[in-house]
């Protein structure tokens, strides 16, 4: 098996990264300069707190993450063959992407 980056990744050569940190770091003194402060928030947040926000067509687009561990247990293969998928996916998912961040994958 050859050996590839995942699909919608890439890597960078040393070359490249040298040109984007320059660019970045020039974007960021700007932002400085005009006061604007750094943030930083989490990629992944509860499907909870993210399900419901932007209606069921919103939900649908939401990036689950897959549980780690047995997240299978508890649900019978008939609640899966049916497509029940508000059923289903709360076993199998307990967080996504942020809205904002799924969007992004969409337009790959």
């Known amino acids: 098996m050859k050996p590839s980056t995942a699909e919608g990744t890439r890597d960078f050569t040393p070359d490249q990264v040298l040109k984007r940190n320059y ?7 700007v ?5 604007y402060l750094p943030i930083e928030t989490p ?8 399900s419901g926000k932007y ?5 649908r687009l939401l990036f689950k993450i897959l ?17 029940a998928y508000k059923i289903v996916t709360p ?3 307990k967080r ?6 799924t969007v992004l994958l969409l337009a790959l």
């Open 23 to 29: 660019i970045f770091d020039t974007i960021r003194s």
């Open 31 to 35: 932002f400085v300069k005009f006061g």
């Open 43 to 50: 990629a992944m947040e509860n499907l909870s707190t993210l």
């Open 55 to 59: 209606g069921e067509e919103g939900d």
């Open 67 to 83: 549980n780690n561990g047995e997240y299978l247990k508890g649900i019978s293969p008939d609640d899966i063959s049916s497509k």
């Open 91 to 93: 076993a199998l998912a």
């Open 96 to 101: 996504g992407l942020r809205y904002d961040l």
